[in-house]
């Protein structure tokens, strides 16, 4: 029976708190600890030592940043099941390797999916914590930085497997396309996302209805900015 997963990465820059999620469609037989922690496994969120298991996605993330960046920890989740889930602080934390000018924390390396249906946009993904030296005149990624966005990029596309005994469980990544609501006593209204109800088995099969498969992460060619992760608003 397949399951929704969602995986939430934490980092620090300059006191500021950035967040990264990603969905992945879990399949096959679940680690003993669940699919959410077979998630977080292979994707390198139980480093040792503070070092990212190699050609993992955390290692390809932190490959790109300042050492004044940290991941602090990550979260997965199965919205469908409270008892599947798996939260892990990093200790210590693994920091990035440039030890250039820091960039401002809304500077970030922007990614963005291919859309693989109509009824459900694109996944995008900001990563920020980022040295000068990443950059050229006028915001263009330096050579270097485009290798490793790619890498990371190709990181992001790859189903990933993981194999406990004699037991494998699969993560494809993929995007969701939420339930939008009002959020209740706003006034004036405003709005927001959240996983389709019910909590159950009824509503996550709806939900597993509404996904994108099949995508293919690319990085833009020049830096993004992210309002939200502005001096003082944090994330």
């Known amino acids: 029976m397949a399951e929704l997963l969602e ?10 708190t950035f967040v990264n999620r990603w969905n992945y469609k879990a399949e096959g037989t679940a680690p003993p600890d669940g699919f959410a922690w077979g998630l977080n496994e292979a994707m390198g969120f139980h480093p040792v030592g503070g070092t990212p298991p190699v050609g993992s996605i955390l290692e390809g993330l932190m490959a790109m940043v300042s050492q004044n ?11 469908y099941d409270p008892e599947d889930f798996d939260a892990q602080p990093f200790i210590p934390r693994p920091i990035g390797p440039y030890s250039g000018q820091d960039n401002a924390p809304f500077i970030s390396i922007g990614f963005r999916t291919n859309q693989t249906r109509r009824d459900v946009r694109r996944g995008t993904k900001r990563v920020g914590g980022l040295t000068e030296e990443l950059f050229e005149g006028g915001g263009a ?11 990371l990029a190709a990181l992001m596309n790859d189903t990933l497997s993981l194999t406990v005994s004699t037991d494998t469980s699969t993560y494809t990544p993929c995007v969701v396309k939420k339930d939008k609501y009002v959020v209740p006593g706003s006034d004036p209204e405003r709005f927001a996302y959240r996983y389709l109800p019910p909590y159950d088995d009824t509503g996550r099969d709806a939900q597993l209805a509404l996904i994108a498969t099949g995508l293919t992460w690319e990085p833009y060619s020049d830096a993004r900015s992210q309002v939200s992760r502005q001096y003082g608003r944090g994330i």
């Open 7 to 16: 995986v939430t990465l934490t980092t620090s820059y300059h006191a500021q």
């Open 69 to 79: 960046c940290a991941a602090v920890q990550a979260i997965c989740i199965n919205p």
């Open 141 to 151: 990624l330096t050579g270097a930085a485009i290798t490793l966005a790619d890498d």
